[in-house]
Nanobody, 130 residues
Framework: QVQLEESGGGLVQDGGSLRLSCAAS????????MGWFRQAPGKEREFVAT????????AYADSVKGRFTISRDNAKNTLYLQMNSLQPADTAVYYC???????????????????????WGQGTQVTVSS
């Protein structure tokens, strides 16, 4: 069982920055990819960014590429999302997610679809005002 708790959301002006964090509580020796998704009112949940268990690979949605940076600190079991040049279109509830790995390899690709993830946080609201 993996528990995830997001923090760092809030209200920011167009062009501003925020840093989201996601603290993971997991059994010892658990290995998992992690990702960020978001859901705006009236829209489906969408992929934002993902990072492999060993931090070897990352992937971003086209809409955030060049503005957002995903990272993780495995020693602290924490996932981050640095969001710069925020736009009103980025307004959404942001969720972190974990994808459990049974047999880790160094060539794994980070998962980009929600069904590949096993655990989800409760979400944190990000609002960008124009």
């Amino acid at each position: 069982q993996v528990q995830l708790e997001e923090s760092g959301g809030g209200l920011v002006q167009d062009g501003g920055s925020l840093r989201l964090s996601c603290a993971a509580s997991a059994p010892t020796r658990s290995i998992f990819h992690m990702g960020w998704f978001r859901q705006a009112p009236g829209k489906e949940r969408e992929f934002v960014a993902t990072i492999t268990w060993n931090e070897n690979r990352v992937a971003y949605a086209d809409s955030v590429k060049g503005r957002f940076t995903i990272s993780r600190d495995n020693a602290k079991n924490t996932l981050y999302l640095q969001m710069n040049s925020l736009q009103p279109a980025d307004t959404a509830v942001y969720y972190c997610a974990a994808s459990i790995i049974v047999v880790p390899t160094t060539t794994m690709k980070p998962p980009r679809t929600s069904y590949e993830y096993d655990y989800w946080g409760q979400g944190t609201q990000v609002t960008v005002s124009s």
